[in-house]
């Protein structure tokens, strides 16, 4: 039983998402209107929403990037600055 489509939603997101969104979707044949029924459909189905949502977990080696950068921001740790040449000279490129 097909029903008519009455509500409309409005919504607000920055350009960049919005055109990468769309951009996305053309490659997978959808559109947005499309995309947002599907997923308002699975709240539906699952009684939530359709995807785990949690903060992000980090290696520790990237934990320790965060904090060293932290720690720079703060004045606890003297940044060494280099130069763009040095930088990609020593990430071998």
């Not at 934990?63 to 060494?80: F, R, T, W, Y």
């Amino acid at each position: 039983m097909a029903m008519n489509k009455s509500e409309t939603l409005h919504i607000r997101v920055e350009p960049y998402v919005k055109a990468n969104v769309e951009n996305t979707l053309d490659q997978l044949g959808l559109t947005t209107t499309e995309a947002i029924n599907i997923f308002l459909k699975q709240i539906l189905l699952t009684g939530g929403l359709p995807f785990e949502i949690k903060l992000p977990s980090f290696n520790a080696e990237t934990e320790k990037a965060l904090k060293e950068s932290d720690d720079i921001i703060k004045g606890k740790v003297e940044s060494n600055p280099q130069s763009v040449n040095s930088f990609f000279k020593e990430m071998g490129l």
